[in-house]
Nanobody
Framework: QVQLVESGGGLVQPGGSLRLSCAAS????????MGWYRQAPGKQRESVAV???????NYIDSVKGRFTVSRDNAKNTVYLQMNSLKPEDTAVYYC????????WGQGTQVTVSS
């Protein structure tokens, strides 16, 4: 049974940092590209960052230089280090396979506010 469990969100001031984690199970994690997605209130879910099985990364322009995606295949976990957070980064963050998508986890709320 596929399971994705996100954690690490919270309330942070602008300019602050958070590290999100996503623990995956039920599929061969090391052979699978993984991505982080986010959905802000009233907006569609968007892809934020992707890491291939080989460790190559890609980001949307708005987070380049601030966010870093990484993975630990021994722990079946993908991470998202978020620095210099902005209010517009406020959203529920999810991890998933870029395609075809797996069942979504519950996500983790990130709120950037003073």
């Amino acid at each position: 049974q596929v399971q994705l469990v996100e954690s690490g969100g919270g309330l942070v001031q602008p300019g602050g940092s958070l590290r999100l984690s996503c623990a995956a199970s039920g599929f061969i994690f090391r052979s699978t590209a993984m991505g982080w997605y986010r959905q802000a209130p009233g907006k569609q879910r968007e892809s934020v960052a992707v890491i291939t099985r080989d460790g190559s990364t890609n980001y949307i322009d708005s987070v380049k230089g601030r966010f870093t995606v990484s993975r630990d295949n021994a722990k079946n976990t993908v991470y998202l280090q978020m620095n210099s957070l902005k209010p517009e980064d406020t959203a529920v963050y999810y991890c998933n396979r870029p395609g075809p998508l797996l069942s979504w986890g519950q996500g983790t709320q990130v709120t950037v506010s003073s």
